[in-house]
């Protein structure tokens, strides 16, 4: 604190702070998805925040956006390369590998919650530090899962009040189909070199399919006779989509084929989707995900295929429908204030028993009466506690109801039943 130099500190480009009472919103959707993922059986997953950087290098992929050039890594104080995560997918079938998970009943069905981060322009719903809801199922091949993990994540959407929502599923094949592909890809699009933008000629090298999903009008219109991944399915892969769509059918939930939905990380195979919301502006997904059968052997462990999607949490607030249904809090709050001679340590004792008996207490103790209850109101406290002398000698209580100025008396002793009594408010469970 020298306080030569003025420093106004502010939080880093791209990260924010959430604040009351929008966290509120935030417990609540996070909620939802403990609640429905437990439903389909589905635990919690914690992985560090920090991983090393080949992890994410072998399983991400070097040819991909998030390796090339949006990863946050840095040398530890040995030299060591590590990475703030850029998403969790990686850190799971790493930590599947590393506990030899694969010895419990399977397959493992994991969720997680928490900060992801790419070093991207920030701008609204993309933030270099944002969160992710994901789920992952490991250990089970069949297209029944891929649908499960589908139906699982339609229905978190729907129980936060998301209607109509848009399903994109592709297939990228296995890897000898994609290969196929490949290679057609680049024949076709080769002699076109000339007129695609320098990003996807760089593709054309290092990773063609992502060529797909180019956002420029002139490559989507050069790309609209190019072959189609579907065509190049061997049997196996194709029978696998199929099975897929008609399970998602069987279970009520609606979806688009997308040609050309390729995503942008290296790991998957077979199986891919997003969802959009048309609230985020038409190029931003709300949720991606897919198959990557490969990952966990790529990152060390047995051959183990996985499915599974991550909500980025951030665009998901951002566009929610039932917003002020998630934030109603349903227990009233109750703000304490002195009046007259009554002692700080009468009226801190009385809060704190309160508190222990189950109320949301708030003890509005310093400053004048009317600033005490000025500054209650505006926090939204429901009731005012009265305490004052006369309160004090005949151990009684006045409560006053913000809302409408309704007030009464209810005995000091054993107030907390007494003030649920007088008010029809339900004891806690
Ligand atoms: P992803 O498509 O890279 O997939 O990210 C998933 C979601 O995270 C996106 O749809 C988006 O909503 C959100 N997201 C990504 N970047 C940002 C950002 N900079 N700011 C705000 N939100 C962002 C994955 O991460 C895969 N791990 C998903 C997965 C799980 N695949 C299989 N299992």
């Known amino acids: 604190m020298s306080g030569e130099a003025s420093y106004r500190a502010r939080s880093v480009k791209g990260m924010r702070d959430l604040l009351p009472p929008e966290t509120a919103v935030w417990n609540a959707v996070e909620a939802t998805a403990r609640e429905v993922f437990g439903r389909y059986g589905f635990e919690e997953i914690?992985?560090?925040?920090?991983?090393?950087t080949e992890l994410f290098v072998r399983g991400v992929g070097g040819a991909t956006d998030i390796v090339g050039?949006?990863?946050?890594?840095?040398?530890?104080?040995?030299?060591?390369?590590?990475?703030?995560?850029?998403e969790n997918t990686a850190p799971v079938a790493r930590a599947y590998a590393q506990h030899q998970l694969a010895s419990r009943p399977q397959p493992l069905r994991l969720y997680y919650i928490g900060?992801?981060?790419?070093?991207?322009?920030?701008?609204?719903?993309?933030?270099?530090?944002?969160?992710?809801?994901?789920?992952?199922?490991?250990?089970?091949?069949?297209?029944?899962?891929?649908?499960?993990?589908?139906?699982?994540?339609?229905?978190?959407?729907?129980?936060l009040g998301f209607e109509d929502l848009d399903v994109l599923i592709n297939t990228v094949g296995d890897r000898e189909s994609r290969e196929r592909y490949r290679e057609r890809l680049v024949g076709f699009l080769s002699p076109l070199a000339d007129e695609l933008g320098e990003d996807s000629r760089r593709?054309?090298?290092?990773?063609?399919?992502?060529?797909?999903?180019?956002?420029?009008?002139?490559?989507i219109e050069l790309l609209a006779d190019a072959p189609?991944?579907?065509?190049?399915?061997?049997?196996?892969?194709?029978?696998?989509?199929?099975?897929?769509?008609?399970?998602?059918?069987?279970?009520?939930?609606?979806f688009r084929l997308d040609?050309?939905?390729?995503?942008?990380?290296?790991?998957?195979?077979?199986?891919?989707?997003?969802?959009?919301?048309?609230?985020?502006?038409?190029?931003?997904?709300?949720?991606?995900g897919g198959r990557y059968d490969g990952?966990?052997?790529?990152?060390?462990?047995?051959?183990?295929?996985?499915?599974?999607?991550?909500?980025?949490?951030?665009?998901?607030?951002?566009?929610?429908?039932?917003?002020?249904e998630l934030t109603v809090t349903t227990r009233p709050s109750f703000a304490v204030v002195r009046l007259g001679e009554v002692s700080m340590l009468d009226a801190i004792g009385l809060s704190e028993e309160l508190r222990l008996d189950g109320l949301e207490v708030i003890a509005e103790l310093s400053g004048s009466l009317r600033s005490a209850l000025r500054r209650?109101?505006?926090?939204?406290?429901?009731?005012?506690?009265?305490?004052?002398?006369?309160?004090?000698?005949?151990?009684?209580?006045?409560?006053?109801?913000?809302?409408?100025?309704?007030?009464?008396?209810?005995?000091?002793?054993?107030?907390?039943?007494?003030?649920?009594?007088?008010?029809?408010?339900?004891?806690?469970?």
């Not at 701008?123 to 490991?138: D, P, V």
């Not at 593709?203 to 490559?219: A, Q, V, W």
């Not at 409408?404 to 029809?424: F, N, T």
Request: hydrophobic share 35%; glycine share 10%; proline share 5%.
């Open 203 to 219: 593709r054309l090298d290092t990773n063609p399919l992502r060529i797909l999903d180019t956002k420029s009008p002139r490559e």
């Open 228 to 254: 189609r991944l579907r065509d190049s399915l061997n049997d196996a892969s194709r029978a696998h989509f199929d099975e897929f769509c008609s399970a998602l059918g069987a279970c009520d939930v609606s």
């Open 69 to 86: 050039k949006e990863m946050y890594t840095f040398a530890d104080k040995k030299g060591k390369s590590l990475t703030l995560r850029p």
């Open 376 to 429: 209650a109101d505006r926090r939204g406290s429901a009731y005012a506690i009265l305490f004052g002398d006369d309160e004090l000698a005949a151990g009684k209580l006045t409560v006053k109801r913000f809302e409408d100025g309704y007030q009464i008396e209810v005995r000091r002793e054993g107030a907390a039943q007494a003030l649920r009594d007088a008010l029809g408010l339900e004891n806690p469970s």
């Open 295 to 324: 990952l966990v052997e790529e990152v060390g462990g047995p051959p183990t295929p996985g499915i599974g999607f991550a909500i980025g949490l951030d665009r998901l607030v951002e566009c929610l429908p039932e917003r002020s």
């Open 115 to 159: 900060p992801q981060f790419r070093y991207e322009r920030p701008q609204k719903g993309r933030y270099r530090q944002f969160y992710q809801i994901g789920a992952e199922i490991l250990g089970d091949e069949g297209p029944w899962t891929d649908a499960e993990v589908v139906v699982m994540l339609v229905r978190f959407l729907e129980a």
């Open 259 to 288: 040609d050309r939905l390729v995503r942008g990380l290296d790991y998957y195979t077979r199986t891919v989707f997003e969802i959009q919301s048309g609230r985020l502006g038409a190029q931003s997904a709300l949720v991606g």
């Open 46 to 52: 914690r992985t560090p925040v920090v991983e090393e």
